[in-house]
DNA sequence: TCCTTGTTTAGACATCTGTCTAGGCAGAGA
DNA sequence: TCTCTGCCTAGACAGATGTCTAAACAAGGA
């Protein structure tokens, strides 16, 4: 279950938007991890994840939480999976879930343009 | 063209995920920006205006950069100037685009788990 | 072995999204 | 005023996405 093909943070992933104006490739990676991240739904589930102190959540909680079915939780879990936000481990009859910090922090640093040149007409 | 109807940056906005659990509104907030970022054309888009020297690009210069017809560039511009990540004036025949690192530099500390605690099983 | 519970997969369906062509508006120059 | 250029809007359309129900799979317990 845990996916282990996710080794490569692609280079451009750690320069921020205000530096090279970024590749073809590096945006189509780049904009998977966004697009995972565009939906409510999982960015609650992400911060539900990422606020629990031990680090890890049961999906079971996580369905509680919202007023969708079992298998839509499941269906945007898969998707953060699979952007690589996140991985999970099946353990007896539950399932855990926990964030994976590199790719948020790679996304976050692109996105970080404190320092940037202030535009002068705003 | 300029919007101004963009002051407020939703108070949850600044907390990084590991805090405290996002609310419905400030997820459904927040996931309008990541998804316009989820787009490889509109991050690209993004990067030519951020890492712009002077701060501000033609609208022709980034048509140019892209295979794509005008009004599909237009769209995405659209898209990136509601989610309230870019601004545009026109300026004579031309209309120019610059970032508003305020939107970005939220979404960028959003997605700061540098610090958090790293699972364990991982 | 069978039943129960937790979770995922499969498939259907309405809605959203990215792209295009056609056409319109704004400003500059003849 | 006319025309040209730059850019946007409107509308169409194929493909992607979010949600559901039904069904399957996995583990534990009687």
Redesign the pocket.
């Known amino acids: 279950m845990s996916r282990q093909e996710l080794p490569v943070l692609d280079a451009a992933c750690c320069a921020p938007l205000t530096g090279e104006a970024l590749s073809d490739e590096s945006a189509a990676e780049l904009a998977k991890g966004f ?1 995972a991240l ?2 409510p ?2 960015l609650r589930l992400l911060s539900l994840i990422a606020s629990r102190k031990g680090g890890e959540v ?3 909680e996580l ?1 509680d939480a919202f ?13 953060l999976r699979e952007a690589g936000l996140i991985d ?1 481990q ?1 353990r ?4 855990y879930y926990w964030i994976l910090p590199a790719k948020l922090a790679a996304l976050s640093q692109l996105l970080d343009v404190s320092g940037a040149a202030a535009p002068a007409s705003v």
């Open positions: 697009k565009g939906d739904v999982r049961c999906v079971c369905t007023t969708l079915t079992g298998p839509t939780i499941s269906h945007h879990l898969r998707v999970c099946r007896g009859t539950w399932v």
